[in-house]
């Protein structure tokens, strides 16, 4: 039950178990109210997420839905023409789109949930 004086309870994407640690997830969910596809990459009981749409090329950059390359170097690489990202800030660090950055989305992990707040 909501009452007025409680925070908005925020959207759950998915349970943080469902991730692998270091690894990576994509759901769906409207962002600004728009339909996205987001990246979802957990670090222990962390998570992080983008947008997952390329700077090069506007691409996806999983090469089928959720299943995304990391290299040994610990980047994540697109799957399109092999821009890598650095995972702290979404920073590409090799590739055509060096320099440029992923679209950070907010996400916290409440209850074991990934959520957008
Ligand atoms: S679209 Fe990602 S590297 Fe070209």
């Known amino acids: 039950m909501t009452s007025l004086n409680q925070a908005p309870a925020g959207v759950p994407l998915v349970a943080l178990a469902q991730i692998a640690d270091g690894g990576f997830a994509e759901v769906e969910a409207a962002i600004d109210g728009v339909p996205e596809s987001l990246i979802l990459y957990r ?3 962390a998570a992080r997420a983008w947008l997952n749409v390329c700077p090069h090329a506007g691409r996806r950059l999983d090469w089928a839905p959720g299943q995304f390359l990391k290299s040994k170097d610990g980047l994540l690489v697109c799957a399109v023409h092999g821009a890598s990202f650095e995972l702290a800030a979404g920073q ?3 590739g055509p789109c060096r320099g440029e ?3 950070a989305v907010a996400v916290e ?3 074991g ?3 957008l707040p």
């Open 109 to 111: 992990v409440r209850a």
């Open 113 to 115: 949930m990934v959520m």
């Open 92 to 94: 590409c660090v090799a």
């Open 101 to 103: 950055a992923l679209r």
């Open 43 to 45: 670090e222990g009981d």
